[in-house]
């Protein structure tokens, strides 16, 4: 491609509603163009790149044995009713009328379609297992769409969904799609983790999401240092400690008339954040479905997981408790609160680490004072303990390799074991072996193809643009010619280079635009083209080339040889 | 492909509701599937085909200079109201209200987002000529929709976009996208014409339409036999015929008490029913604007043309005379009308053809007779004459080479000079060469690339189902295999040509699915595969292949060599 004939149109303002890095360079480089909220055109410039990871998620589907459809984006109503998603998915399903007045949303998701799809075509165990996919527009209505095409309403995705006559059948196909798609992402060249992630209320056996690694992401993630597990911290497990040291100090009462943090009371008293126990009061249920009142506990230095909280018996639906209700069972303020003398009977709940504390700091329960030298089982009876907190950087690992690190993510896939759950509701059944109905098992398997690319912008940027992987770059590499009306032969020199890259399979750009070097060299460095070739007076004058890879601080003179080196030809 | 993991799904029922062949055949095929009214998904079967289409129109597009981008489906109200189109569109026009309430579309064209993009993105007219494009889900709420993709309410369409500094270079790239698209045509095999079209109410300067010729077309379009003319019949031009003869006969009444047609005056008279003129009367507005009785004249084996009807003075906006204001004017009820001895003072418009005609038969404004012998200028006064008529094969082509033949075609792409009109309502401007800011001039292109699927079966097909021609087939060849799990020797010998042929380039099906050879073969013509070679333990046996292309009547032995020359291969 010749610059001078395509349509490139980057700028040097910084856009003021871009909150995050991908967002600001995507406008900067004239990659999309924001036609509405939420909703971005894709320049040409933008589209190359969005084709690329378009066509390594299609190549690998495609390779796994997975089969292309095309749904439409227009879903009817009524098999949103036959799920229960029509009133369940909430305000992010686009509901349409038609000019007759009949019901359809934009598809955000294809479920409906595809078992609607399969009810028709498969009627035989014999066509199982089968996966489909289909590369489509989806939207979704996002109530706050931000961060360019990383939270766009219109977005492309890829989905899949497989049916099987099995479960372990099933299982297979999911390892299948969890195989493929780190083939993708390595193959796009980005550093990412699957992470085991929480079922959540679909139901499901199984469900991992997959991250592009960037310290911009949304999701924390815990990753063993020493083991392949990873886990969103909010799902990470934990794990007990070491066994409970003996009590070594009495239960004394201490002053901290303002002292109501942890941080705080461990500060005045000259200890260790972690010597120190945070209670949240909160309301649960009882066995009878009454109201109790509810003490959690985790360490100072910990902070409480409200879905591990919510998963335990009588907190389903659990609420913080008032100030009243506090008063009214510990007979003091929030800021002093603690398991030690309540003025009512409660519950009291203790992470795993506070279990395992000796001679550790609470709230007395009295206005003004905390308690420390606390020991369970002298100065209150032993808790029930669970793990209710958050993991932090350097608990061990819950496979028993290595330790925990936190990492940020940006999910961009997702595989899903959705069970019979749609199967069922939608009635669609295959004849088995023994030539009875069967209701068959689903998988799903979602890639945020348009989010990709911000993904991977997040991951690989500096402070003069975007650093493509190679497989990602709108070229590979820009041959940028120096005053070419001036002088032919710069002008012949960079041709010939030109067409000789893209003749060896290097998708090659020829930046004929004719700007000063200063202005070239800046839209190449922020649209992150991998490879820079330089033709200049100079270096035809020298018989070199002036070579610089994106992520090079300089540039370096090389002849033929040596550039195709570069570029991984035969020298 | 092995069909074994593909998903092929014919039925031998011919669906009911299905009214033309390519909306069967599609289904029959098991391409599409209908998910709603309008809304289809595309198999695994049928997206090949369709992307074998969209392929093509890329790449042409790409060949001739056009740069794609991606703009969304969803496009707001406000671009729309800049244009005035939000109202005027009618009812195709999807309207959304998204979760704020704010209006949107989804979009059935893009004009109004591709102005937008380049009020932004295009500031100096340096930057032109540029000719943007993209392949894009569109949506048009048919009020009926049917033939399946055909006329879907959610369809695939390429649609391209071109701005210009002046009214020579929009030419050029008219000229440009006009040849272009006769390269998509050609290179998907398809039998088509290039027709001039009516620029209708949107204004601007030329239009061509580009049909695929099927019997079953909706549209006639009138070609010479003689050179590359052709338009719709509704606009080509009806060429005045010789001069006039002399009158040679007396006018005289004659007796026709139930002769309310042309073809039954003929009949009765015994002369030919050229020599007849039919009457319409209609109301249009004199000069002044208040309504005028006009009388439309064609020779009897002729049709009113209404589109250049309404393009006469006074009659823009016409409509037929009631049967009141018929007896008024001319005292006589229809069937007995005629331009001679009217009660009222009316205004009589004669075709070319009509005006010249001598000795001719009316109506003769009296109830059961009609005027024979009648001759301009004698027995009435001379007509006002305009070219009021459809064209008929075997008239003079109006570039005056041939005659007219008519053929009936399937829209299936559009050129279109819009002009200023978009550009100018939605104040897109670019500085010229002297600094000045200009409206630039706007080109649009479209292609209805789901509709070429469609409208490529209703031209190729027979009574066993689908001839693809080759480059639009979802394979180019079948290697269908008999008995493979009998003999391992058959097995093999499929298995090796198989992947010949996929190495050699030819993209090959290996019917793999042990199905008996006549459900196999059938399922291969349904399809329509070009090329079917059979490998059975007879043919194996015999060191030959069973080849038959799928236009021919029979089946023939060919040896590897005579095979490959078959198929295009160096023998």
């Known amino acids: 491609m010749r610059l001078s004939q395509f349509h490139l149109h980057t700028t040097k303002e910084t856009p003021a509603d871009a909150e995050i890095i991908s967002h600001k360079l995507m406008l900067k480089a004239g990659m999309i163009r924001k036609l509405a909220a939420g909703l971005y ?15 390594a998620v299609r190549e690998e589907m495609d390779a796994a044995g997975a089969i292309e459809l095309l749904m439409p984006t227009i879903q009817p109503q009524e098999l949103w009713e036959e799920t229960g998603r029509w009133e369940k998915f909430g305000g992010q399903l686009l509901k349409i009328k038609d000019r007759k ?24 165990y014999k066509q199982l297992p089968v996966n489909f996919y289909n590369i489509q527009t989806k939207f979704r209505d996002e109530i706050r769409p931000r961060f360019g095409v990383m939270r766009a309403r219109e977005f492309l995705m890829k989905d899949a969904y497989s049916f099987h006559i099995s479960e372990e059948c099933l299982g297979r196909e999911y390892q299948n799609m969890y195989d493929a798609y780190g083939r993708v992402f390595t193959r796009l060249g980005l550093k990412f983790r699957a992470v085991f992630a929480d079922t959540g209320a679909i139901g499901g056996n199984a469900s991992h999401e997959f991250h592009v690694l960037a310290d911009s992401g949304e999701d924390a993630i815990a990753f063993s ?17 070491g ?29 260790g954040l972690e010597r120190t126990a945070k209670s949240v009061a909160i309301m649960g249920a009882d066995a009878e479905g009454n109201p109790q009142f509810v003490l959690a506990l985790v360490r100072g230095d910990h902070v409480v997981n409200e879905i591990k909280l919510a998963k335990l018996a009588g907190l389903g639906d659990y609420r913080l408790a008032t100030e009243a209700e506090i008063v009214e069972h510990l007979g003091a303020q929030p800021g002093f609160l603690g398991p030690v003398n309540a003025v009512r009977p409660i519950r009291v709940v203790a992470d795993r680490s506070v279990a395992a504390m000796a001679d550790f700091v609470v709230g007395a329960n009295e206005n ?3 308690l420390a030298g606390v020991n369970w089982g002298r100065d209150l009876p032993e808790p029930e303990v669970a793990d209710i907190r958050n993991v932090v950087e350097g608990d061990p690992s819950p496979d028993g390799h290595g330790t925990l690190g936190i990492a940020r993510g940006i999910e961009v896939g997702h595989v899903f ?11 669609c059944t295959v004849l088995d072996e023994t030539g009875k109905a069967a209701v068959p098992l689903m998988g799903c398997y979602g890639i945020g193809v348009s989010r990709i690319v911000a993904a991977a912008i997040e991951q690989n940027h500096d402070d003069n643009g975007i650093c493509w992987p190679e497989a990602m770059a709108p070229w590979q590499a820009a041959v940028c010619v120096i005053n070419p009306k001036k002088d032919a032969a710069v002008a012949e020199a960079a041709e010939a280079l030109y067409r000789e890259l893209n003749a060896a399979g290097i998708e090659t750009v020829l930046d004929d635009r004719g700007l000063r070097p200063g202005a070239m060299f800046a839209d190449m460095e922020l649209i992150g083209v991998p490879h820079r070739v330089v033709v200049s007076e100079r270096v035809v004058a020298a018989g070199s080339f002036e070579y610089r890879h994106r992520r090079a601080s300089e540039a370096e003179n090389l002849d033929r040889a040596g550039l195709r080196i570069k570029l991984g030809l035969a020298g």
Chains 1, 2 share one sequence.
């Not at 074991?417 to 009635?427: F, H, I, S």
């Open 41 to 55: 055109t894709w320049s040409p410039l933008g589209l190359r790149v969005l084709r690329k990871v378009e066509r």
């Open 101 to 124: 007045e009949a019901g359809y949303c934009y598809g955000p998701t294809a479920e409906e379609v595809i078992t609607d799809f399969a009810r028709s075509e498969l009627s035989s």
């Open 417 to 427: 074991q959705l069970g019979r759950r749609y199967a069922e509701a939608m009635k």
């Open 368 to 370: 003004g004072f905390h």
């Open 225 to 241: 240092t020493g083991s392949d597990y990873a886990a969103n911290v909010e799902l990470a497990e934990a794990v007990a400690p």
């Open 243 to 271: 066994p409970r040291p003996a009590a070594s100090e009495a239960m004394r009462k201490v002053d901290t008339p303002t002292q109501k943090t942890c941080e705080d009371v461990a500060a005045l008293l000259g200890i």
